[in-house]
């Protein structure tokens, strides 16, 4: 079982930068993969970036790559979200999630708002 917070949401303007925190307790974090999603009122939700447990490999939406990058410090049990050259379109809440392989999303944390507006 594992646990997540997120944090560093918050209001910015088109242009502005970000970066989402997500802190993990309980066990193994090192063995979970780890994800963010995204929602946007009246959207479906969106798998924004993932990052492999072991190698660290990354992966993105066609909608952020170039622009976030995910990575994870497994010392600290936490996943980061750095978004750049953010866009109003990138108004959600975002989800940090876990799971033990790709297309599991079995621990979602509470999700934390990003508003990118002037």
């Known amino acids: 079982q594992v646990q997540l917070v997120e944090s560093g949401g918050g209001l910015v303007q088109p242009g502005g930068s970000l970066r989402l925190s997500c802190a993990a307790s309980g066990r193994d974090f090192s063995t979970y993969r780890m994800n963010w999603f995204r929602q946007a009122p009246g959207k479906e939700r969106e798998l924004v970036a993932s990052i492999a447990r072991s190698d660290g490999s990354t992966d993105y939406a066609d909608s952020v790559k170039g622009r976030f990058t995910i990575s994870r410090d497994n010392a600290k049990n936490t996943v980061y979200l750095q978004m750049n050259s953010l866009k109003p379109e990138d108004t959600a809440v975002y989800y940090c999630?876990?799971?033990?392989?790709?297309?599991?999303?079995?621990?979602w944390g509470q999700g934390t708002q990003v508003t990118v507006s002037s």
């Open positions: 999630v876990g799971g033990i392989r790709v297309g599991v999303y079995a621990y």
